[in-house]
């Protein structure tokens, strides 16, 4: 697929971005903490573990939804930082805002297993003091068929993604070609005999994006995560919700850089990480 250009997509994020800035219908703003000693990274041989701090919020308003999530990433000492540190610091911004069409049409455009149509764009941008130095900066829109379900949610986007990056092993910036994105997540709560449960986590597959840094051809990336939480606020004679609960980080051909079982620095091996995750909600 060609490239889009940035300004195009820019222009059209911050529109989107800039609409729902009424009050909103609902909204779900929490604190999180969630920790694995399975992770990996590429370049590095065997598992480490990061302690990962979140601030994520969801609303809605009269004709659409908004979502935004920041990622604080502690890596433990076998990924280290650049400077020397014991263990490599990353910060993880991701943005979706959506548009109901059902909603700005004033029609149900509801059929079979599909509530409503949406149009979503967004953005993710991080930065991580390792030797990579890597400074993503991606872009997404595209349609959203919004499922029905008997409570909560669950969304699957269609949509399109451009990604510029940098190697800082080899000191070089990257402007990879625009792709496909399919995207699903959901939010899908139940009754777990007195107690209130959710089963919840998104899985995204990107497809491949042209030449990484090193001149490799990228492959079809798939990221995971799925969570089952239960409400122990009680336990704590809690106002707020406090969920916790376990969850599973799949992760193949990370960034795009196939799996293989070379040694390092060529490395990738698919991630499957168990967490252990607890949510503050307000």
Not at 35 to 55: A, H, M, V, Y
Not at 250 to 261: A, T
Request: contains cysteine; aromatic residues 12%.
């Amino acid at each position: 697929m060609t490239k889009l250009a940035p300004t195009f997509l820019m222009r059209a994020l911050l529109a989107l971005v800039a609409l729902p800035l009424a009050a909103s219908d609902w909204s779900d703003t929490l604190i999180g903490y969630r920790t694995s000693s399975q992770f990996r990274e590429p370049g590095i041989d065997g598992t480490l573990r990061k302690d990962i701090l979140q601030l994520g919020h969801a609303s809605g308003w009269a004709y659409g939804s908004t979502f935004f999530n920041v990622d604080m990433l502690m890596s433990d000492k076998n990924d280290p930082a650049a400077n020397g540190r014991t263990g490599a610091n990353e910060v993880y911004v991701a943005y979706r805002g959506a548009l109901s069409l059902g909603k700005l049409s004033g029609k149900d455009l509801s059929f079979g297993p599909v509530r409503d149509l949406s149009f979503t764009a967004g953005f993710d941008f991080n930065a991580k003091d390792n030797a990579f130095a890597s400074k993503k900066r991606f872009l997404v829109f595209g349609p959203t068929l919004n499922l029905k379900t008997p409570s909560g949610f669950f969304d699957l986007g269609l949509w399109a993604c451009h990604e510029q990056n940098q190697n800082g092993i080899v000191g070089k910036a990257v402007d990879y070609k625009t792709t496909y994105y399919l995207s699903a997540a959901w939010g899908l709560p139940f009754q777990l005999g007195s107690v209130d449960a959710e089963f919840k986590g998104y899985a995204n597959y990107e497809g491949p994006k042209g030449k990484d840094g090193f001149g490799a051809d990228t492959k079809p990336e798939t990221l995971a995560n799925l969570f089952l939480m239960v409400d122990v606020s009680p336990l704590f004679g809690a106002k707020k919700k406090v969920y916790a609960g376990a969850g599973l980080e799949y992760w193949n051909n990370k960034f795009g850089v196939p799996n293989n079982d070379a040694p390092a620095p060529a490395t990738n091996k698919r991630v499957t990480a168990p967490m252990l995750q607890v949510q503050v909600h307000f």
